[in-house]
Nanobody, 117 residues
Framework: QVQLVESGGGLAQAGGSLRLSCVASGRTFGSYTMDWFRQTPGKERDLVASIRWTGRSKDYADSVKGRFTISKDNAKDTVYLQMNSLKPDDTAVYYC??????????WGQGTQVTVSS
């Protein structure tokens, strides 16, 4: 069992920045991938960024490349999403997600990000 707790969401102006954090607890040993997804009302949850457990492999959605950076601190069991040059289209609920090597997946409760124009 893994628990994920997000924080750092809130209100930002267009062009501003926010940093999301996701603290993982429980059985996170072994290989895994951690991701950030986002979802707006009536739409599917979309992948924003991914990072492998080594921290060396990262992927981003085209819509956030060059603006968002995913990183992790193994000592703190925390993954971050630094969001710069925010746009109103980035407004969404952001979810932390982990895929374990055994195939199990877990979600956080989500954190709201609102970007005003």
């Amino acid at each position: 069992q893994v628990q994920l707790v997000e924080s750092g969401g809130g209100l930002a102006q267009a062009g501003g920045s926010l940093r999301l954090s996701c603290v993982a607890s429980g059985r996170t040993f072994g290989s895994y991938t951690m991701d950030w997804f986002r979802q707006t009302p009536g739409k599917e949850r979309d992948l924003v960024a991914s990072i492998r457990w080594t921290g060396r492999s990262k992927d981003y959605a085209d819509s956030v490349k060059g603006r968002f950076t995913i990183s992790k601190d193994n000592a703190k069991d925390t993954v971050y999403l630094q969001m710069n040059s925010l746009k109103p289209d980035d407004t969404a609920v952001y979810y932390c997600h982990i895929r374990l090597g055994d195939g199990n997946v877990y979600w956080g409760q989500g954190t709201q990000v609102t970007v005003s124009s």
